[in-house]
Antibody, heavy 121, light 105 residues
Framework: QITLKESGPTLVKPTQTLTLTCTLS??????????VGWVRQTPGKALEWLAL???????RYNPSLMNRLTITRDSSKNQVLLTMTAMDPVDTATYFC?????????????WGRGALVTVSS | SYKLTQPPSVSVSPGQTATITCSGD??????SSWYQQKLGQSPVLVVY???KRPSGIPERFSGSSSGNTATLTISGTQSVDEADYYC????????FGGGTKLTVL
């Protein structure tokens, strides 16, 4: 069974750096044709793609946020990490990680439950 | 940056066909997907690669893409289909549409 689980702080202060962890189960990011991405959703609003990391360590970022984002992987722990700098109250959102296998041609086929992050002093 | 536009809301009567559109420049040149999201839940993939259904998704969900528009069609809409629907395009980067609230009444 494929599962993804997000973890990290629920509250961060403005200007701080957020680090979120996505723990993968039932598949490995080392497997061919697999990528993992991060997507966020502000309260009552639309989904916004943040970043992708592929099995070969290739990375893609949302151009509007790429200066603040870093996506990395820890293969030994089967985890994907997302770092976002200079957090602001407008970054308050639920952050999802999701699997992005090439077998579904550029779509996210399995999602975590999401982690709500509030940015407030 | 690339933008996808969806109607904010669509209403349909039970048993009828719901059509949700997604517009973007030369969208047919990219790969389109659709997600269903119910309140308080994570998105669920219902269509990928323009017109393919993942296993477990009912046959009443179908997709198409041509020119600047991708379309999600739900035939014989049921009350359980009431949700937000998001389109997504991919061509090395990912873009989501603004979402459409489907009301079944």
């Amino acid at each position: 069974q494929i599962t993804l689980k997000e973890s990290g702080p629920t509250l961060v202060k403005p200007t701080q750096t957020l680090t979120l962890t996505c723990t993968l189960s039932g598949f490995s990011l080392s497997a061919r044709g697999v990528a993992v991405g991060w997507v966020r959703q502000t309260p009552g609003k639309a989904l916004e793609w943040l970043a992708l990391i592929y099995q070969n360590d290739d990375k893609r970022y949302n151009p509007s946020l790429m200066n603040r984002l870093t996506i990395t992987r820890d293969s030994s722990k089967n985890q994907v990490l997302l770092t976002m700098t200079a957090m602001d109250p407008v970054d308050t959102a639920t952050y999802f990680c999701a699997r992005f296998p090439l077998s579904v041609a550029g779509a996210f086929d399995s999602w975590g439950r999401g982690a709500l992050v509030t940015v407030s002093s | 940056s690339y933008k996808l536009t969806q109607p904010p809301s669509v209403s349909v009567s039970p048993g009828q066909t719901a059509t949700i559109t997604c517009s973007g420049d030369n969208l047919a040149d990219k790969v389109s997907s659709w997600y269903q999201q119910k309140l308080g839940q994570s998105p669920v993939l219902v269509v990928y690669d323009d017109n393919k259904r993942p296993s477990g998704i009912p046959e009443r969900f179908s997709g198409s893409s041509s020119g600047n528009t991708a379309t999600l069609t739900i035939s014989g809409t049921q009350s359980v289909d009431e949700a937000d629907y998001y389109c997504q395009a991919w061509d090395s980067r990912v873009v989501f549409g603004g979402g459409t609230k489907l009301t079944v009444l």
